[in-house]
């Protein structure tokens, strides 16, 4: 299975820039080369902060930007999202029963999950009572199946300075119930740091954060302050498959400068 991650993308109104950047252009391009090189993915991932300020013209123009993916696309919401114009935005998008925006779909490969740590008025997530029941109920669906989990707030902790108090407040609320899951987790993916992060939780959970589309930061651990910066657009290329899970870092448009021969085996 081929899943696309893009994370962060920050849209604004039309016409309007971020920190001298146009989101909106930068996620078009990023569309137009995974609509280009992976038209056979199986699934685009948006893991939130899709929309800088909640905005709906930002909402309609991130729908409009979408539009050319040839493949099914699920949106998640980040701390700079809104829900309510979310949902009126993207009708389509399921939520579970108390309006959250969280699903599950199944796959050959185990069951992909995708959480809500989105709570209004605040930079870090929260992970409530009627959200996490929701997430019971998913993980005993899930059976013997593994899980893949997909949300905005790293449950896990990240080393980072500059998000040590915009966390997920309540990761216990997700990392409890997967602790107990019989099938495991095969992997946690996230978005909210700007900066791409791999590594392995105390208790055996392996995460991993995509790179911004939009602006990111210049990757400074220590740093509770750190220094934006521009880039290309990025994405990952995610696959599950019988090998298990792997994610590629992809850039838009990086210059091409010589084709490498094939290696030969032993």
């Known amino acids: 299975m081929k899943i696309i991650q893009v994370t962060d993308t920050h849209l604004l109104p039309p016409g309007r820039l971020l920190l001298g950047i146009d989101p909106a252009a930068r996620l078009a391009r990023a569309v137009d080369d995974i609509a280009t090189r992976h038209a056979d993915a199986d699934l685009v991932v948006v893991t939130g902060d899709l929309c800088n300020d909640g905005?709906?013209?930002?909402?309609?123009?991130?729908?409009?930007?979408?539009?050319p993916l040839p493949c099914p696309v699920r949106l998640m919401l980040g701390n700079h999202d809104a829900r309510p114009a979310f949902r009126k935005a993207f009708p389509d998008q399921p939520c579970d029963g108390n309006g959250f925006v969280q699903s599950f779909l199944d796959?050959?490969?185990?069951r992909l999950l995708f959480l809500d740590s989105h709570e209004a008025g605040l930079l870090g997530g929260r992970y409530c009572a009627a959200r996490r029941?929701?997430?019971?109920e998913a993980l005993k669906?899930?059976?013997?199946?593994?899980v893949t989990v997909f949300i905005h707030h790293p449950p896990v902790p990240d080393g980072l300075a500059h998000f040590v108090n915009i966390g997920l407040h309540d990761a216990e609320a997700v990392l409890?119930?997967?602790r107990s899951h019989?099938?495991?987790?095969?992997h946690i993916v996230f978005g909210h740091l700007?900066?791409?992060?791999?590594?392995?939780?105390?208790?055996?959970?392996?995460?991993?954060s995509g790179q911004a589309c939009a602006h990111r930061f210049v990757t400074d651990?220590?740093?509770?302050?750190p220094w934006w910066t521009d880039g290309n657009p990025c994405y990952r290329i995610i696959m599950i498959d019988d090998f298990g899970f792997r994610a590629y870092a992809a850039e838009v448009g990086q210059p091409r400068i010589s084709r490498a021969q094939l290696c030969a085996g032993p």
């Open 176 to 178: 409890a119930p997967l």
């Open 141 to 146: 669906g899930a059976g013997a199946q593994p």
């Open 55 to 67: 905005d709906p013209e930002a909402y309609a123009l991130l729908r409009e930007t979408l539009a």
């Open 107 to 110: 796959t050959g490969h185990g």
């Open 133 to 136: 029941a929701w997430l019971g």
């Open 221 to 225: 651990p220590d740093e509770p302050d």
């Open 182 to 186: 019989p099938g495991g987790v095969r």
């Open 194 to 208: 700007h900066v791409p992060l791999a590594g392995t939780s105390r208790d055996g959970f392996a995460y991993s």
